[in-house]
């Protein structure tokens, strides 16, 4: 019993020299890192660009590779920022820069000072590169584009869409250069994935503005979707079979008068389907020399038929005498 408690105080002030020693290393640490942060330092770093007071009427077409190096002195502490964040300044379109008729005109000597203002009073700016920054500007154009779903839709057995899918809105108006709207000719949005779908759909999804110029304006981002989704079941009807374009001086026999017409519609249009909204024929003037049968088509089905098929592939005919 002795030994055990011997043993345990023995580990316990153990312990303690451990943590003692970590809690003076890590003071030797914060006092050598105070230290070296107090020291005054030179250092470059890469400044992306802000651009702000564009006039409205006006866009920049310039790409983002538009940047400042700046060479900054100053004590550690105040450099720490620009280590752990990407540094940004920004450039005034209505103040200290030239414009002609094509490019506004940044440049280093005239707006030194603004620029400056927009660091600490500690900081010192040594060096800006490059002395100057053209940004090509263009006039703004306003274009309307039809938006463009894209989608993944899977129906439960049995269901479909009994119309078109409809958008709201159904295009998208943009303002910006018009040698970027030139490029653009249509607006997708993100890919809307349903599965076993049997009621009706109503969704919003996002536009899809990736690779596009981040100076172009758009009326909406996000575009409402609806679709009517109802159950379907099969028909089937005998359609009678015209014939035409045949040449006054033929007379022509044909079997069968009629073909079975398969069809797929809603549930709540199955009843109203008939034989005469039906039209099938075959076309005279599509005969190929020698060939003793006759294509039958499908002229025309009802608008709320989703689909049709003729089940007969040939009509037999004869020449009379």
């Not at 450039?91 to 820069?97: A, G, L, N, R, V």
């Not at 938006?147 to 078109?164: D, M, R, V």
């Not at 110029?213 to 005998?238: C, H, I, M, Q, R």
């Not at 009678?240 to 009629?258: A, R």
């Amino acid at each position: 019993m002795v030994k055990k408690i011997k043993s345990e105080i023995l580990s316990f002030i153990k312990t303690k020299k451990i943590n003692i020693f970590l809690l003076f290393l890590a003071l030797a640490f914060g006092i050598l890192l105070l230290t070296k942060l107090s020291k005054s330092y030179t250092n470059t770093f890469v400044f992306t660009i802000d651009k702000i007071n564009i006039p409205e009427e006006e866009v920049i077409i310039n790409d983002s590779s538009q940047v400042l190096e700046i060479t900054l002195k100053t004590f550690g502490f105040d450099l720490l920022q620009y280590h752990f964040s990407k540094p940004k300044v920004s450039i005034d379109f209505s103040k200290h820069i030239d414009k002609t008729d094509s490019a506004y005109i940044w440049s280093k000597n005239k707006a030194f000072a603004a620029l400056h203002k927009q660091f600490s009073k500690k900081i010192e700016l040594v060096n800006i590169v490059p002395d100057s920054l053209w940004f090509t500007y263009d006039v703004n154009a306003v274009k309307t584009v039809p938006i463009k779903l894209l989608s993944k839709i899977s129906y439960s057995p049995g269901y479909n869409l009994t119309n078109t899918i409809v958008l709201q809105p159904d295009s998208v108006k943009i303002i910006g250069a018009k040698a970027l709207l030139d490029k653009i000719d249509k607006i997708e949005t993100d890919t809307v994935v349903l599965t076993n779908v049997k009621q009706d759909i109503s969704k919003i999804t996002n536009l899809k503005f990736q690779g596009l110029d981040k100076d172009l304006k758009f009326s909406v981002n996000k575009v409402g979707f609806k679709a009517k989704v109802e159950k379907y079941t099969e028909g089937t009807l005998p359609i009678t079979v015209q014939i035409i374009n045949v040449p006054i001086d033929v007379k022509l026999k044909h079997f069968p008068k009629k073909v079975n017409v398969s069809y797929y519609t809603s549930l709540a249009n199955f009843n109203t389907i008939e034989a005469k909204d039906f039209r099938v024929i075959c076309d005279y003037s599509k005969l190929v020399k020698g060939q003793s049968y006759l294509i039958p088509e499908l002229d025309k089905i009802p608008e709320s038929v989703k689909h049709s098929k003729i089940k007969q592939d040939y009509i037999e005919f004869i020449i009379a005498e």
